[in-house]
């Protein structure tokens, strides 16, 4: 697969990405957000993935994190969506229930182009630092609707809001990973099209 590049250009933020779908063009992962919390989450989905991107992104962070966050989702969303194409020869279903110590996580994905997003996370607190935990439903959401993928994301249980983001990036992670696998039938469904 080729390396996508999307780019993303507003009022209130500017983004660059350069995306390899299958982690074989690019050496590795760069991500620079502006956004510590984020870029760990990134570096986490990346490495769990096999998924290779270069981040580059400015936002209003002086407003707050939110449209910078949503932004990159939705540009990462639209490079995955790119890279995907007409879907042909992936498993498309994936699913991955992941720990991180005390909390549990899951996420399972449909790369059928149906975008459909569902979240069923309550964070004990509303920030990990400077970050707010509301902005990790957003972040998902724009991936999952600007990717054309349905994704269903649950925290099961946990006591560390940083523990339960890591095991949810984690379980998307494995997801989409399970999802990319080579197949030998071209299109994964009786309609024969996605």
Do not use: C, W
């Not at 990990?128 to 724009?142: N, V, Y």
Request: glycine letters at 6%.
């Amino acid at each position: 697969m080729k390396i996508i590049e999307k780019e993303r250009k507003t009022l209130e933020t500017e983004i660059k990405i350069r995306l390899d779908l299958n982690g074989k063009n690019l050496e590795k992962s760069i991500i620079n957000t502006g956004i510590g919390f984020l870029d760990h989450m990134l570096e986490l989905f990346s490495y769990h993935s096999g998924i290779k991107f270069e981040i580059e992104a400015k936002g209003d962070l002086k407003v707050d994190l939110h449209h910078t966050v949503e932004d990159i989702g939705l540009t990462l969303g639209e490079a995955i969506d790119e890279a995907l194409s007409d879907r042909k020869g992936i498993s498309r279903y994936g699913e991955s229930t992941i720990p991180m110590e005390e909390a549990l996580s899951q996420a399972v994905i449909d790369l059928a182009k149906r975008p459909y997003f569902y979240y069923e996370v309550k964070f004990p607190v509303e920030k990990i630092g400077s970050f707010d935990t509301e902005l990790i439903e957003e972040f998902l959401k724009s991936l999952a609707i600007n990717g054309k993928f349905t994704l269903h994301i649950r925290n099961f249980y946990g006591k560390n809001a940083h523990h339960i983001a890591e095991s949810i990036f984690k379980a998307l992670a494995y997801a989409i990973k399970r999802a990319l696998q080579p197949i030998e039938v071209e299109v994964l469904s009786t309609k024969g099209t996605l």
